[in-house]
């Protein structure tokens, strides 16, 4: 009778808070454990946000680059000889700015009342943003104001410099403000990110002819 009452005991209460402290302390670490993994997956995801946004940036600005155009537009209907002009506070930056022209703006099959040109900028605005403004016409008699575009958040500094000289790679310098009738041989664009760092891109400058 004592054995069969010892093989049907149940377990001690001592037993059963051991047992739910085990439970709990695994519990706890497979918490801990899953929400490590959520935020490393969420921190992934929001940099490969920003690294997607910072590419596309970068395409916009090589595009541009490489279709600027020697062509001075008119200001208020008066003639104008600067086809380029850049540097600190230009096109109301706050810290360096770009404006210039470029061709190649798509117009398929000549469907919108516009030429292939562009009236483009680059500019830090109040936002620590890198923000690209742009004009459906080229000359502004109307003195209205661009269309403006945010490219690249979290921007703490923007440079340009551009590379003036001869063909001859030893004579060509880099300065910090041009403003001229001629095209530089090449721009840079520093670029102070909070994210990446500073990051710096140049371009060659090539002479390109104007089409409407």
Known sequence: MIKSRRQFQGFTLIEILVAVAILAIIAVASGTVLSSVIDSAEASDAQMQELEILQRSMMIIERDMSQIIALAPRISGQENEIVIQGGNGVADSLAHGLLFTRNGWSNPLQRLPRSKLQGVGYRLNG????????????????????????????????????????????????????????????????????????????FAILPQGVSS
């Open 127 to 202: 936002n620590n943003e890198l923000e690209r403004l742009y004009t459906f016409f080229i000359d502004n008699v109307t003195n209205s104001d661009p269309q403006t575009r945010v490219l690249l958040p979290n921007v703490s500094n923007l440079m340009f410099e551009f590379a003036i000289g001869t063909n001859n790679r030893n004579e060509i310098q880099w300065e910090e403000q041009y403003s001229g009738s001629q095209l530089p041989r090449g721009i840079a664009i520093v670029i102070t990110s909070d994210t990446f760092g500073e990051i710096r891109r140049e």
